[in-house]
């Protein structure tokens, strides 16, 4: 298998509530919620780099098209690692997501491997870490 990954989805409890935490708040870009025409079609899609979009779709309607049965949500999972270029970026992302209302629940800190990281909890409880990784080199 190539690595062709673009879109990451997230199921969500609330569409409206996860399109205001990660477009008010976080800022992420969006044309908000499209296909609301078509039964369990109600998606919104955030522009995160080039190639990857972040999808927020209602749990339901992701269970229902991966005929899957719905279940309880568990934030340990995944995590989503957002990378960035300085321990100030890390605790800026964090302060943004806080005042946005996500959940700090590992607040930044200096990390065992010589990074810096924190992570925090979306309205649906998702896990996000933000990082900051002194081997790694971002690509813009």
Same mark, same amino acid.
């Given at each position: 298998?190539?690595?062709?990954?673009t879109? =990451?989805? &997230?199921?969500?409890?609330?569409?409206?509530? %996860? &399109? &205001?935490?990660?477009?008010?708040?976080?800022?992420?870009?969006? $044309?908000?919620?499209?296909? @609301?025409?078509? $039964?369990? /079609?109600?998606? !919104? *899609? *955030? $522009?995160l780099q080039? +190639?990857?979009? =972040?999808?927020?779709?209602?749990r339901?309607? &992701? !269970?229902?098209?991966?005929?899957?049965?719905?279940?309880?949500s %568990?934030?340990?999972?995944? %995590?989503? /690692?957002?990378? #960035?270029e300085?321990?100030?970026? #890390?605790?800026?992302?964090? $302060?943004?997501?806080?005042?946005a /209302?996500?959940v700090?629940?590992?607040?930044?800190h200096?990390? *065992?491997?010589?990074?810096? !990281? +924190?992570? *925090?909890?979306?309205?649906?409880?998702?896990?996000?870490?933000? #990082?900051?990784?002194? @081997?790694?080199?971002? @690509?813009?």
């Open positions: 298998m190539k690595p062709r990954i879109v =990451l989805t &997230l199921g969500v409890d609330d569409l409206e509530r %996860s &399109l &205001l935490f990660y477009r008010d708040g976080l800022g992420l870009p969006t $044309e908000g919620i499209i296909g @609301q025409e078509f $039964e369990h /079609g109600a998606v !919104a *899609f *955030f $522009e080039a +190639g990857l979009k =972040l999808a927020i779709w209602n339901k309607d &992701l !269970a229902h098209d991966a005929q899957l049965p719905l279940t309880a %568990s934030p340990t999972e995944c %995590s989503i /690692g957002h990378n #960035v300085t321990k100030e970026e #890390v605790d800026q992302v964090m $302060e943004q997501a806080k005042n /209302g996500a700090i629940t590992v607040p930044p200096d990390t *065992f491997w010589g990074g810096y !990281a +924190g992570y *925090f909890q979306d309205p649906d409880g998702h896990l996000w870490e933000v #990082v900051w990784n002194p @081997q790694w080199a971002l @690509q813009e």
